[in-house]
């Protein structure tokens, strides 16, 4: 049986830092591509980062690029998401997701996904 299970977040302030994790069970971690998406409400899934299998190449969208940094540690079949200086708007529900394919941004191409987490950014 397949998991991801997000846990971090949390509701902080503006400017602060926040770093997600996902912890996957049941297929080997390391086959696939990792990747972290959030929804904020009323709001479409949208990508925010995703890292190839070996952890070694990363891509961003642009809302994020700078502040937020995607990582992976395969020993542990984990998957990390530190957010710095956050920002009102990256208020969502923050999942993590694990798929075949490196580079894509659709939602559809992800084949397991997690929970959620809630990251909340407020004064």
């Known amino acids: 049986q397949v998991q991801l299970v997000e846990s971090g977040g949390g509701l902080v302030q503006p400017g602060r830092s926040l770093r997600l994790s996902c912890a996957v069970s049941?297929?080997?971690?390391?086959?696939?591509?990792a990747a972290w998406f959030r929804q904020a409400p009323g709001k479409e899934r949208e990508f925010v980062a995703t890292?190839?299998?070996?952890?070694?190449?990363?891509a961003y969208s642009d809302s994020v690029k700078g502040r937020f940094t995607i990582s992976r540690d395969n020993g542990e079949n984990s998957l990390y998401l530190q957010m710095n200086y956050l920002k009102p708007e990256d208020t969502a529900v923050y999942y993590c997701?694990?798929?075949?394919?490196?580079?894509?941004?659709?939602?559809?191409?992800?084949?397991?996904w997690g929970q959620g987490t809630q990251v909340t950014v407020s004064s």
């Open positions: 049941g297929l080997d971690f390391g086959a696939y591509v």
């Open positions: 890292v190839n299998w070996i952890g070694f190449v990363t």
């Open positions: 997701a694990v798929g075949s394919v490196y580079g894509t941004r659709r939602v559809q191409d992800y084949n397991y």
